[in-house]
């Protein structure tokens, strides 16, 4: 078999990337040596702007060269769609003018855990007069659709590109739509964002204030070097991805785009002035106030200076509405999340206790859930942390209490709610608030398995379906997120592995008679085998613990959306049996490990928070 013929060698498309970036660095010194001053003040530069695509050395595609062999022109085309060209004008050139034209590289991405690789197919698809046909092929972890929203997807990946001879040269006429990437190509060329939508809560928006605007991340991929602010409010007025898409809305009238010919981007002084189409251009008053909230907020992780102000316009440039950043803080992600002022756990004597401010020793919580009447195995308390949940320590009761010193009620009383299981692992799990004030549990009695909600922590607990669950498959944990509308679920299966699956959360009925269900569950951490604790770390990230087949423990930072975040790895730590993590992402991350429950600083190791204690857990 022939080079030609065989199968890509791995490296070859390293090595020309390599040498662009050579060439085009050489050059970027060589200019920049030419005008080096040799005096002046030492002037700081922020960092800040390193890391915006626009300051990267760019990744341009090579033509195809005379006289290449049909996997040469493939192989080429292949490494041409990993440039950082806007709309691949070098890898048109290896297309046919016919396929050049109608060619949609957008329509999807699919990503591969090793580059592609290709081959002379087995069969043609064509008699051998009429062209030559290459299989490319690999092994699929992904696929990116048109709204840029990303799914873990495994099997094998297999598609022919036929070609034909143009003026002597091989030239593809026939391939599927969207492109094929290595993951580690995908990871260099696209970064993950996050566009904002509202939560569609029903009859529970009435519980809180404002519960109409209540922003949802959701996160998509997008190119880091190709026009990154106007290809976010693009990816925003598409509208949600059609996992979160029945449970959030958007602000922007449907068929809103933005105005032809643009080029957004923020201005020195913080502003940014988006023009609509028509569509849009009918929205006015408050939906336009929702909908300039929606852009600053989606718009601020893809641009190089922070968004101080939204400008909406229509097509002919007639001003819409204007908000600054201050006037849309009621809009802002996370407003549910709440302060988490304390961490909480369960201590020696197996009462609830909180860590106090840095340097101060733990203490038992106020008001009878602290004050050891009953023993407690694990503890949730509310985002405005008034009230706490405690299951006890056989898993067997459930009670809510006020965290009030001063309140009248100083004894415990009767259990919300009672599991019947004869085993402590098949009883309750530890709890979870919403930012709505509800409260969620799941019993894990095998003759009867269920996921509850107590509405305020306080009424009767109301079942939940969750109609992909298996018939023995059931919930050993959960995480709600503060938004209401999002739930983890760590899922025991048949064989005994337990994975970590995210379900939306349908609200509908009335006030007096909610309805409530968990709907389409998909894996998060699709890549481990078993999943030991996972927590809420961010508006679209968990903080996961569990183990990848034959390796070992290992605690990561996945997105919603069952990608790897781009999150710093985190250091190493043995026998993590907890994790707790706060959505306000400046608290440190804990968990419950063999010696007792340690904290993550930022930029630190691993460090003792206490060894007399267990089961930590932030408010939420």
Not at 93 to 99: G, I
Not at 207 to 221: E, F, K, M, R
């Amino acid at each position: 078999m022939t080079a030609a013929d065989g199968r890509t060698k791995r490296g070859g498309g390293a090595r020309r990337r390599r040498a662009l970036l050579v060439l085009a660095t050489c050059g970027a010194l060589l200019a920049g040596c030419a005008s080096m001053p040799d005096g002046g003040k030492v002037k700081h530069v922020s960092s800040s702007h390193g890391n915006q695509g626009d300051s990267q050395v760019r990744v341009n595609g090579v033509s195809p060269q005379k006289g290449q062999v049909p996997t040469q022109i493939v192989r080429g085309f292949l490494e041409a769609i990993t440039s950082d060209e806007a709309n691949f004008p070098t890898a048109r050139e290896y297309l046919t003018r016919h396929l050049a034209r109608r060619w949609d590289p957008f329509a999807s991405t699919t990503v591969l855990s090793d580059g592609p690789s290709a081959a002379k197919a087995p069969r043609h698809s064509r008699r051998a007069e009429d062209g030559y046909s290459v299989e490319v092929s690999g092994a699929r972890m992904a696929e990116v659709d048109d709204k840029h929203a990303y799914s873990p997807s495994k099997g094998d990946y297999s598609e022919i590109f036929h070609l034909v001879k143009v003026d002597g040269e091989w030239r593809i006429d026939e391939m599927p739509d969207g492109l094929v990437l290595g993951e580690s190509d995908f990871q260099r060329i696209y970064r993950p964002i996050n566009t904002y939508y509202y939560a569609e809560l029903g009859p529970d928006a009435e519980s809180i204030t404002d519960g109409q605007n209540v922003l949802v991340a959701d996160p998509v991929y997008l190119r880091r070097r190709i026009d990154p602010v106007t290809k976010t409010v693009s990816a925003l007025l598409q509208g949600p991805s059609g996992w979160l898409d029945p449970v959030v809305a958007s602000a922007f009238p449907r068929g809103t785009r933005l105005a032809p010919k643009q080029h957004l981007s923020v201005d020195d002084s913080g502003v940014l002035r988006v023009r609509l189409n028509a569509r849009g251009a009918k929205a006015g008053g408050k939906r336009c106030v929702r909908m300039a909230a929606q852009l600053l907020y989606s718009v601020q992780d893809q641009a190089s200076a922070k968004v101080g102000k939204v400008e909406l316009a229509g097509p002919d440039n007639h001003d819409m509405c204007a908000q600054t950043r201050e006037q849309v803080t009621a809009f802002q992600p996370g407003r549910l999340n709440g302060s988490a002022k304390r961490a909480y756990f369960i201590d020696e004597n197996h009462r609830v206790a909180a860590f106090q401010r840095k340097n101060e020793s733990p203490r038992p919580v106020l008001g009878p859930l602290g004050s050891g009447q009953v023993e407690m195995g694990a503890v949730a308390v509310n985002r405005i942390e008034s009230e706490g949940a405690a299951v006890t320590r056989g898993r067997r009761g459930l009670y809510v209490a006020s965290l009030d010193g001063g309140s009248a009620n100083t004894t415990l009383g009767d259990p919300a709610l009672v599991s019947k299981a004869k085993r402590e692992n098949d009883r309750l799990t530890a709890p979870s608030w919403d930012g709505l004030g509800d409260l969620w549990v799941a019993d894990r009695d095998p003759d009867n398995p269920r996921l509850l909600r107590l509405r305020t922590g306080k009424e009767r607990p109301d079942e939940v379906q969750v109609p992909d669950l298996g018939k023995d498959e059931r919930i050993e944990s959960l995480r709600i997120s503060s938004d209401g509308v999002r739930i983890a679920l760590r899922v025991r299966g048949r064989d005994g592995h337990t994975t970590l699956q995210l379900g939306r959360v349908v609200r509908g009925g009335t006030v007096k008679k909610p309805v409530v269900t968990v709907e389409q569950l998909r894996p998060v951490a699709p890549q481990l085998v078993d999943v030991s604790a996972a927590s809420w770390a961010g508006g679209s990230r968990l903080v996961v613990v569990g183990r990848e087949s034959g390796s070992v423990q290992q605690l990561l930072y996945m997105e919603t959306d069952g990608s790897v975040s781009d999150q710093p790895t985190l250091p190493g730590i043995t026998d993590v049996t907890g994790v707790a993590a706060s959505e306000d992402e400046s608290k440190p991350l804990l968990a419950d490990s063999e010696d007792g429950i340690v904290r993550l600083p930022p930029d630190a190791t691993w460090k003792m928070l206490t060894d007399k204690g267990s089961a930590p857990a932030y408010p939420g």
